[in-house]
């Protein structure tokens, strides 16, 4: 059996992989990637096939883009692969290796032997890539993405030999392109490397600096248990029997306290309840990574049933994989049926163990105090279960159950200690904030000195109020607690900053809902005075909820850097009316995030942004710049009319696309494209970096100087 893999078979027929792989799924042989033989069989077949065709022929001209960072004039086809990865992701569908389904886990598998094998070794590795021999390393390791050349460094290889491979796997990359993940690992299985992605730690997430325990040194800690359940079955009364039977037994004289969460003792065992019932309040401290929950109570009337919030919490609960006991309540009612509720609840998957199944059921009357103690008894079975262990001899970590800033004593915060013992004094930082624990006071008001395991606590002496659900550690250096804490607060100005998101047309209408928006700021530039007038006039009248069309600066011409400085500061949309943005505006605006709407038509202008503020805004499509060209000299051709003789200065030109003629800036025109010519030839594309022949559809007044700017509609995905 011959052993020719299709790359091999690629080179020799001066091909792209791609292509090869493409010919091969069209004769229905099945091929997972580059590196898959084929047989003598196959490559018969293959020369016929491309003894036969022309078209693959034309495309593969191998050699010559690798000396260049620009590639040859393309053809469509083929040019699909010149960018293999602008967006990390956003091109999988383009890439070559995707097509392949069979490839990827073979591969991956291999690679994630490796990787545990050679884990931490990694960095030994590269360095001993710097070794004058320059022997390929065995393994690499990257963070985020490669640039080709940074690639062919790491893997002592020319970076002309590491374009020369992506080629043959159909990618065109150039040297300083970034790679994505795939595209790195084919080049470097090539190799026999093994790449390793590592993940940066962030040195200022808590959870690097929770102390990590041996297992030998939990015991047994609390359940920490959330009640759940439809409106009105009755959590707050049971929250409240348990409570009250349980606490005036236990600690005699206590005042009872609300901080959040309170304790109970039942046989000489606790058990912690969170006494925000519902499961908003459990599933937004879970959507902040908080799990605090070890068991969640569902109670069910046994004269209502099963209702829609029932169903909600047992989806949350199961979400959270936290056991669930069921407590039938309102058994003293007359139309009690708690048979009903237990047949409703199998339809969930909560099955009595009386019927075979799993689930504890309770049935009581929290009115009454009737079956309290059976549902403590429960909940201490289930606990003893779940073998819930705690280790009270280390340096406290947690969670927040609730916050908030109090007049007299500053930033008040219950905190469930988790792991560890709390105590006064510690040194603490507690989501963004940080401070010392200057006094801790439990559930029944008493101050208390220490908090263990499972324990709510209040908690005075943070800098800042933090938000419920944040986790808290304690530092063993206080230096250190400050330092990670105003780090962290540092972290946050800053991404609430940046996060502080511009407006955008698409996301306005959110905005105006949420009420962050009252003032639609908008900065104009238009061709000529008299469209700024009328434009802003227009602009103006349009009403909508209130909200105000706020018009902060207008001006006649292209859009200058300034225009979208000026936005940025304002939080302002700039509006172009045949008026284009320069290249240092168009730079700005990306890197500033400024929306910069480009029109032609006031009416369109004014239909947009009252879409916009209506949330109507047709999300769909969008305009996409493609390329822009210039014109360097002019043929006036009697049949043909203007010939713009232009050489394309970024992106591409593609007949198909939309044209405009842009003359100092300002739009003259736009329509399409007529023809598209390289020399005689009539062409599909013309890449950057070469001349060209444009005509214009119905458009003649072209004059030298002038820029086109080709365009294409785009879907756009949303996430
Ligand atoms: N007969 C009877 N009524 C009860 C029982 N438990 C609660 N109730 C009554 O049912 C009503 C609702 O009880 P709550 O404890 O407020 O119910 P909840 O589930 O906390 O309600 P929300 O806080 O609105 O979600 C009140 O009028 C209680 O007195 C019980 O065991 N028997």
């Not at 105090?369 to 819930?388: F, H, T, Y």
């Not at 250096?477 to 100005?493: F, L, M, S, Y």
Request: net charge negative; with cysteine; aromatic share 4%.
């Amino acid at each position: 059996m011959s052993k020719t893999r299709v790359y091999e078979y690629a080179k020799k027929k001066n091909l792209s992989s791609k292509v090869v792989i493409d010919k091969m799924k069209e004769l229905n042989i099945e091929v997972a990637n580059h590196m898959s033989t084929i047989s003598q069989d196959t490559v018969q077949k293959l020369d016929n096939a491309f003894d036969g065709g022309s078209r693959e022929k034309k495309q593969a001209q191998p050699e010559k883009p690798v000396s260049g960072d620009s590639s040859s004039n393309q053809t469509s086809a083929n040019s699909k692969n010149k960018k293999p990865n602008n967006k990390q992701g956003s091109n999988s569908a383009k890439r070559p290796q995707n097509n392949q389904g069979g490839n990827k886990p073979s591969g991956k598998g291999n690679n994630n032997k490796n990787k545990k094998r050679n884990n931490g070794r990694a960095s030994n590795n590269n360095n001993q890539s710097q070794a004058p021999k320059k022997a390929t390393p065995e393994n690499i390791t990257y963070t985020d993405t490669l640039t080709v050349s940074e690639l062919a460094e790491k893997l002592n290889k020319d970076t002309a030999e590491i374009i020369k491979k992506l080629m043959f796997l159909g990618v065109m990359a150039t040297k300083n392109q970034d790679l994505d993940k795939d595209s790195i690992e084919l080049i470097c299985e090539e190799y026999g490397v093994t790449a390793e992605q590592v993940v940066e730690v962030d040195e200022i997430d808590l959870d690097n600096f929770k102390t990590e325990e041996k297992a030998e040194d939990l015991i047994e800690r609390p359940a920490v248990v959330t009640i759940m359940g439809h409106v009105d079955h009755g959590k707050t009364t049971l929250l409240d029997s348990i409570r009250d039977t349980k606490v005036t037994e236990g600690e005699a004289g206590g005042i009872t306290q609300h901080i959040g969460a309170y304790q109970v003792e039942d046989n000489g065992k606790k058990v912690t309840f969170l006494d925000t019932p519902g499961h908003a309040a459990f599933t937004s401290m879970r959507s902040r990574g908080a799990q605090v929950t070890d068991i969640a109570i569902l109670v069910v009337a046994a004269d209502d049933g099963v209702m829609p919030q029932t169903v909600e919490a047992i989806n949350h609960a199961k979400a959270a994989e936290v056991p669930i006991i069921v407590a039938v309540n309102k058994m003293d009612k007359e139309g009690a049926n708690p048979d009903r509720v237990m047949q409703e609840l199998t339809e969930h998957e909560l099955i009595p163990e009386d019927w075979g199944g799993d689930t504890i059921f309770v049935q009581l009357s929290a009115i009454k105090r009737e079956g309290i103690d059976d549902l403590l008894e429960m909940i201490l079975l289930v606990s003893e279960v779940e073998e819930l262990k705690a280790n009270p001899n280390s340096n406290a970590n947690g969670t927040v159950i609730e916050a908030q800033l109090d007049k007299g004593r500053g930033s008040v915060a219950t905190l469930l200690v988790q792991n560890g013992t709390l105590h006064v004094g510690d040194a603490i930082v507690v989501g963004n904030t940080y401070g010392r624990v200057r006094a801790m006071v439990n559930d029944l008001g008493r101050r208390v000195q220490a908090a263990g395991p499972s324990t709510p606590v209040e908690i005075t002496g943070l800098n800042e109020v933090p938000a419920a659900g944040d986790q808290f550690v304690v530092f063993s250096n206080e230096k250190q607690a400050r330092q990670v804490g105003e780090a962290r607060q540092q972290k946050q100005i800053e991404e609430k900053r940046t996060d502080k998101a511009k407006v955008s047309l698409d996301d306005l209408f959110e905005q105006i809902k949420q009420g962050e928006v009252k003032d639609i700021n908008l900065v104009l530039k238009a061709d000529v005075q008299g469209s700024v007038e009328a434009l802003a006039s227009s602009l103006k009248k349009i009403d909508v909820e209130g909200v105000k069309v706020n018009i902060i600066h207008t001006g006649v011409g292209a859009i200058a850097e300034s225009d979208i400085i000026l936005a940025s500061a304002s939080n302002a949309i700039v509006i172009g009316f045949n008026v284009r943005p320069d290249n240092n505006a168009k730079k700005a605006a990306e890197t500033e995030k400024v929306d910069v709407r480009l029109h032609r038509i006031i009416y369109k202008v004014i239909e947009e942004i009252e879409a916009a503020m209506k949330g109507m805004l047709d999300p769909e499509f969008e305009e996409k710049v493609i390329g822009q060209a210039e014109v360097r000299e002019i043929f006036k051709v009697s049949r043909i009319g203007t010939i713009a003789g232009s050489y394309v200065t970024d992106g591409k030109l593609t007949r198909d696309a939309g044209v405009r003629v842009i003359r100092d800036g300002v739009v003259l025109y736009e329509g399409e494209i007529d023809t598209l010519k390289r020399f005689k030839d009539d062409v599909k594309e013309v890449a950057q970096n070469y001349e060209c022949g444009i005509t214009v559809k119905n458009f003649n007044d072209i004059k030298e100087g002038d820029v086109f700017e080709a365009y294409v509609m785009q879907e756009i995905k949303r996430v």
